[in-house]
């Protein structure tokens, strides 16, 4: 073998060392990253199943919450419902009350008024149970009228506690 031959062998074997080192190299190398974006993978797979935990958890809490203010304003309707419904009734045996005559508004007449031209006298008689003020009878007619307007402040009153009650359930950071 000539000197070039040889010179050119030790190139070629030298080329070739070169290159099976090189694709060591690349293998090592890939081996390394491949670990590394096993690692980093298993890595954000933990965030991921970490935060649907959370996310899960907080989703819970939140259902809980809502079925809490549910049955608090379940409970409330209920008890708004009956005390419209109990007022209902009171007002209804009131209004028969006064059709059948059981029951008589009066109201109070200043005796001393003599402008009004009623002359409903200041004492009792002698024949009447009642004592104390001068009252005047009301006609039946306007005895209901009067009732059905108390029965209708009533009912707004009720209504206006319902929706008061309603918005403190569900802020109860509002509270006089």
């Given at each position: ?19 099976a ?6 293998k090592?190398?890939?081996?390394r ?41 379940s ?20 209004r ?11 109201v109070l ?14 004492t009792?008689?002698t ?25 209708d ?18 802020n ?5």
């Open positions: 073998m000539t000197p070039v031959q040889r010179l050119i062998s030790v190139l070629v074997l030298a080329g070739l060392l070169i290159a080192g090189a694709g060591v190299a690349w090592v190398q890939d081996w990253y491949g670990k590394q974006l096993a690692e980093q993978a298993r890595l954000h797979q933990d965030d991921l199943a970490a935060i649907s935990s959370a996310a899960a958890t907080q989703q819970r809490a939140d259902q809980d919450k809502r079925l809490a203010l549910e049955q608090r304003l409970t409330a309707d209920k008890s708004h419902y009956q005390e419209l419904t109990n007022a209902q009734k009171y007002q209804a045996r009131l028969d009350r006064l059709a059948t005559a059981d029951l008589r508004l009066s007449v200043d005796a001393a008024d003599t402008a009004s031209g009623c002359a409903v006298p200041a009792p008689a024949v009447g149970v009642v004592h104390g003020a001068a009252r005047a009878r009301l006609d039946p007619a306007h005895a209901q009228r009067i009732i059905g307007i108390t029965d402040g009533d009912q707004g009153l009720i209504a206006l506690q319902a929706c008061q009650a309603y918005v403190r359930a569900i109860p950071g509002l509270s006089q």
